[in-house]
């Protein structure tokens, strides 16, 4: 069988309006398509979340977490913790490793 390691992350906005701009740079930044073309990355998608409208969801999958450490040193991510610093996001992450047969 083979591995591969879920992170998922919930984003913490003031409100609204900060989640949308802060989207906006994301998407600028080109980081979500640039981490899906590094070696590794299984999955990279965000997601509004249904009834919150200052929360956003992340869910990365990467075929082992060294892969995904990796990817933490790249300059994309870089940029991306620095529009979270901007915009005073926080985060809640959760990791689990899966297996499948």
């Given at each position: 069988g083979r591995k591969m390691?879920?992170?998922?992350?919930?984003?913490?906005?003031?409100?609204?309006e900060t989640r949308d701009a802060f989207y906006r740079e994301v998407k600028e930044s080109r980081a979500p398509e640039l981490s899906r073309e590094e070696d590794g990355c299984i999955r990279y998608d965000f997601f509004f979340h249904a009834d919150e409208d200052d929360k956003m969801f992340l869910w990365e999958q990467w075929t082992s977490r060294e892969a995904q450490k990796k990817?933490?040193?790249?300059?994309?991510?870089?940029?991306?913790?620095?529009i979270k610093e901007k915009y005073g996001v926080e985060t809640d992450i959760q990791i689990e490793d899966q297996y499948c047969k």
């Open positions: 390691t879920n992170f998922y992350v919930t984003y913490k906005f003031a409100d609204k990817h933490c040193q790249q300059p994309h991510f870089l940029r991306l913790s620095s």
